[in-house]
């Protein structure tokens, strides 16, 4: 049974840093790209970083790119999203997402995605 469960978010001042941490079980892990959605409230499920099986290529969407970095450890079976200069607009649920297909770029869509995690909180307030 797949399992992913994310941690490390919280309440940050804009320009601060988190670091969010999604442990994976219950899958081969260095055989699937992973990635970090967010979502805020009224709107859809957006893809902010991941990278794919191998760990050779990353990448992340335009308003994070430059702040935030997806990283995995294959052998912690774990990916982390290290997250600076924070902004109010950056304010969301964060989810750690896996692949649907084996060996592929990391999924941008929401159809990509066949497990999820529960979900961690990070807010951006002074």
């Known amino acids: 049974q797949v399992q992913l469960v994310e941690s490390g978010g919280g309440l940050a001042q804009p320009g601060g840093s988190l670091r969010l941490s999604c442990a994976a079980s219950?899958?081969?892990?260095?055989?699937?790209?992973m990635a970090w959605f967010r979502q805020s409230p009224g709107k859809e499920r957006e893809f902010v970083a991941g990278?794919?099986?191998?760990?050779?290529?990353?990448d992340v969407t335009d308003s994070v790119r430059g702040r935030f970095t997806f990283s995995r450890d294959d052998a912690k079976a774990t990916l982390y999203l290290q997250m600076n200069s924070l902004r109010p607009e950056d304010t969301a649920l964060y989810y750690c997402?896996?692949?649907?297909?084996?060996?592929?770029?990391?999924?941008?869509?929401?159809?990509?995605?066949?497990?999820w995690g529960q979900g961690t909180q990070v807010t951006v307030s002074s």
């Open positions: 997402a896996k692949a649907a297909a084996m060996k592929t770029y990391p999924p941008r869509t929401v159809f990509e995605v066949n497990s």
């Open positions: 990278g794919d099986w191998s760990g050779s290529y990353t």
């Open positions: 219950g899958f081969s892990f260095s055989e699937y790209a």
